[in-house]
């Protein structure tokens, strides 16, 4: 591979002994790990969407794995803030881009969700 992408989701938001501490040292000791047997590749860290029921505990978690991101060289691709922020993802629920869940995003909003990281890792890439 040229690239190791690491994508968190906010599954884990909702455990009461997931603290954002953790995801960050969490997210070193796995891309520690992948550049043990590929030092030299590329790392892009994606982190997670807003969720409606762990609302105040997602921007800790993506400051968090932001700044494991930069500890580690990688790039960082902030799907909480490209969504919308705080309580996208139940406008996005609103307009049937999110299961009715509140965690977890339909067909329509992984796709559009999908455009928006290759469009901008393709303007990383484009002169």
């Known amino acids: 591979p040229d690239l190791f992408i690491f994508e968190y989701g906010g599954n884990e938001a909702g455990d009461r002994t ?5 995801y960050g040292e969490q997210a ?4 520690a790990r992948a550049r ?10 994606i982190g997670p969407a807003d969720r409606v029921d762990a609302e105040a505990k997602i ?4 400051a968090a794995l932001e700044d494991a991101a930069r500890k580690a060289h990688c790039s960082f691709w902030n799907t909480y803030q490209v969504m919308g922020g705080k309580g996208s993802l139940a406008r996005w ?4 881009r999110a299961a009715p869940d509140g965690v977890h995003l339909k067909p329509k909003g992984y ?3 999908g455009a928006l990281l290759l469009a901008d890792l ?5 002169p």
């Open 122 to 126: 393709m303007a990383g890439y484009l």
């Open 36 to 45: 043990r047997s590929q030092p030299e590749l590329s790392c892009l860290v």
């Open 111 to 113: 796709a559009e969700v």
């Open 28 to 31: 070193l000791e796995l891309i």
């Open 59 to 62: 921007p800790a978690i993506v």
């Open 93 to 96: 629920r609103e307009d049937e």
């Open 18 to 22: 997931t603290t954002p501490i953790t």
